[in-house]
């Protein structure tokens, strides 16, 4: 009989999570150990803003370094894509009092001979940008050890959004 080939299964291990009691504008992640393969960020919520933002993320407090961003996004009407370069890789795009959802994986985090690469999918529901994938790209070879989730412009995410760190064994 012919072995079939089982690929590894892998296992989410829950890290954090945490549910905003009120609006914050930042939620960060720190201490996040070196012992898994990839990491999962997914955010579930509202945000506060004026109007249309993105919900952006960085990594180990770095506000300076140049991370490389590929968006593609649609709704079912129009449809767009961008590349740029930015001090943050953008996770999702938002819209005021609309329901967005985003999982962003970071792979290869604790490696210290690469560049970390993240790839975040995410949707909003009526009145905002539908579905949109990103890549992204943080140009630095250390570990992440913090994560930290925020509004572009600074404002609110609402209270009752959630955040969930895993962990990703292979």
């Known amino acids: 009989m012919p072995t079939v080939y089982s690929p590894p299964v892998s296992t989410y291990v829950a890290l954090a999570t945490t549910t905003l009691p009120s609006a914050t504008a930042t939620v960060t992640f720190s201490s996040i150990p070196a012992t898994y393969r990839d990491l999962v960020l997914v955010i579930d919520g509202q945000q506060s803003n004026s109007g249309g ?3 952006v993320m960085q990594i180990n407090g770095d506000g300076s370094s140049s991370y490389t961003n590929v968006r593609m996004n649609g709704n079912g009407t129009n449809t767009s894509s961008a590349s740029y370069t930015e001090t943050f890789i953008t996770l999702a795009q938002a819209t005021r009092g609309v329901r ?21 999918r995410g949707n909003q ?16 070879t250390s570990a992440v050890t913090s994560i930290a989730a925020k509004n572009y412009f600074g404002e609110n995410f609402d209270a ?3 955040f969930s760190l895993y962990g990703i064994e292979a």
Do not use: C, N, Q
């Open 53 to 55: 933002s993105e919900v």
């Open 100 to 120: 967005f959802t985003t999982v962003t994986s970071i792979m290869d985090y604790s490696a210290t001979d690469k560049h970390k690469t993240v790839l975040s």
């Open 125 to 140: 529901g009526g009145g905002g940008d539908g579905v949109g994938a990103i890549a992204g790209r943080w140009p630095s």
């Open 160 to 162: 009752g959004t959630t």
